[in-house]
């Protein structure tokens, strides 16, 4: 069965400061990894990377995958009080359907 | 343009009851997932339909059944509540399999 874990579960910071969060996976028939931020109830998508080593960077945010290592992490660098929210990493994999397998996020909060 | 919209926002209901959630996509988009998000846990991965067929089926007892219309909106049906069944209901879209599920905003199920 497919499984993410995420780490730390929870991370408080001051604004200001740099922040790295952690996906490590483990799924059959590896297609994607992504990253949703979630501040109330809808998760919105931040990246999806599919090939090791190449940065996405959004802004502040930037996310880099390793699938040798099985594994994720998500950089963000001066942080905002709007950064705090939950963020999820999930994966899918080449089974013809589009099931996303979540960890159970790390909630972020940022003291101003 | 719109995004995923989900309704009711919330519902109240008691043991036993049953309940239907709605989703209308993204404009253009034909596939439809449901997913079940606990509080402090990730989304759990409940339905995917494409073109209105069943394409895959997450770890969820028969009470749990779908559908997709052919205006590519859906319907989550859930019969004989539990209480164990309060949780948010997401409902994504997506053009297809291999592309980004965008969120919609979930209703939130309480079962008394």
């Known amino acids: 069965e497919d499984k993410v874990v995420q780490s730390p579960l929870s991370l408080v910071v001051h604004e200001g400061d740099t922040v790295t969060l952690n996906c490590s996976y483990e799924v059959t028939n590896f297609r994607s990894l992504l990253w949703y931020k979630q501040e109330k109830k809808a998760p919105t998508f931040l990246f999806m990377l599919t090939s090791s080593g190449i940065e996405k960077k959004s802004g502040r945010l930037s996310s880099i995958l390793d699938k040798k290592e099985l594994f994720s992490i998500l950089n963000i660098t001066a942080t905002q009080t709007g950064d705090s929210a939950v963020y999820l990493c999930?994966?899918?994999?080449?089974?013809?359907?589009?099931?996303?397998?979540f960890g159970t996020g790390t909630r972020l909060t940022i003291i101003p | 343009d719109a995004g995923v919209t989900q309704s009711p926002t919330h519902l109240i209901k008691t043991r036993g009851q049953h309940v239907t959630l709605r989703c209308s996509p993204i404009?253009?988009?034909?596939?439809v997932s449901w997913y079940q998000q606990v509080l402090g846990q990730g989304p759990q991965f409940i339905f995917q339909y494409y073109e209105k067929e069943e394409r895959g089926r997450g770890n969820f007892p028969d009470r749990f059944s779908a559908r997709q219309f052919p205006n590519y909106s859906s319907e989550l049906n859930v019969n004989a509540l539990l209480l164990g069944d309060s949780a948010l209901y997401l409902c994504?879209?997506?053009?297809?399999?291999?592309?980004?599920?965008?969120f919609g905003a979930g209703t939130r199920l309480s079962v008394l």
């Open positions: 404009s253009g988009h034909k596939s």
């Open positions: 999930a994966v899918t994999s080449n089974f013809g359907n589009e099931k996303l397998t």
């Open positions: 994504a879209s997506s053009q297809g399999t291999g592309n980004i599920q965008y």
